[in-house]
């Protein structure tokens, strides 16, 4: 049972356009949410998180929105840059740091 | 300051041995959680470690098991290897069992053949 799920595998986007991932949740019990980076070789790295009180959350050029009645979640970079292709990891925890992460999506920024 | 540092990088064994693996914590961190991720999967949670003792577990079975040393470090031990259990093993450490950022290692690829 998949209770974080990122449906786009892939997505490519030019650069300084916008950079939109999506991911959708089924458990309720989730109240905290994080998006992490990941580049081959490496561990995922931490990017952004919002709680379930917010529905969004900016950091530079990194955006999340939380859309609780639709357990939905996007990441937005914008501008996007060659620097973001990476895969990008969705992740949710129901108290303490237990992480649940979906599946993935890898971005690739075109020049 | 040395993030999370995992070793080995790679590793090679065959059905019914047995593995350890090993992570040391960032520095200032006392708890670790250790993860799988299979090929096209996302990081699935084993378990984690706080004051030398498994705090919480996710669905792996009874051959997964860990240890935590007084220095923080961690070990991570899975006996009788199936083929299913080559992935790549992500260390992350982090302060407490509250919510807060994980730092993750580089991980340890494991290939049962």
């Known amino acids: 049972d998949q209770q974080v799920k990122q449906n786009s595998p892939s997505l490519s986007v030019q650069e300084g356009r916008i950079s939109i991932l999506n991911c959708d949740y089924t458990n309720s019990m989730f109240d905290y949410f994080l998006w992490y980076k990941k580049y081959p070789a490496e561990g995922p790295t931490f990017l952004i998180s919002i709680s379930s009180i917010k529905d969004k959350n900016e950091d530079g050029r990194f955006t999340v929105f939380l859309n609780k009645s639709a357990k939905h979640l996007s990441l937005h970079i914008v501008p996007s840059q060659p620097g973001d292709s990476a895969v990008y990891f969705c992740?949710?925890?129901?108290?303490?740091?237990?992480?649940?992460f979906g599946t993935g999506t890898q971005l690739k920024v075109e020049l | 300051d040395a993030g999370v540092t995992q070793s080995p990088t790679h590793l090679i064994k065959t059905r019914g041995q047995q593995v350890t693996l090993r992570c040391s914590p960032k520095s200032g961190h006392d708890t670790v959680s250790w993860y799988q991720q299979a090929l096209g999967q996302g990081p699935q949670f084993i378990f984690q470690y706080y004051e030398e003792e498994e705090r919480q577990r996710g669905n792996f079975p009874d051959r997964f098991s860990g240890h935590q040393f007084p220095n923080y470090s961690s070990e991570l031990n899975v006996n009788a290897l199936l083929l299913g259990d080559s992935a790549l093993y992500l260390c992350?450490?982090?302060?407490?069992?509250?919510?807060?950022?994980?730092?993750f290692g580089p991980g340890t690829r494991l290939t049962v053949l």
């Open positions: 992350a450490s982090s302060t407490g069992l509250v919510r807060n950022e994980q730092f």
């Open positions: 992740a949710a925890t129901g108290g303490g740091n237990k992480l649940t």
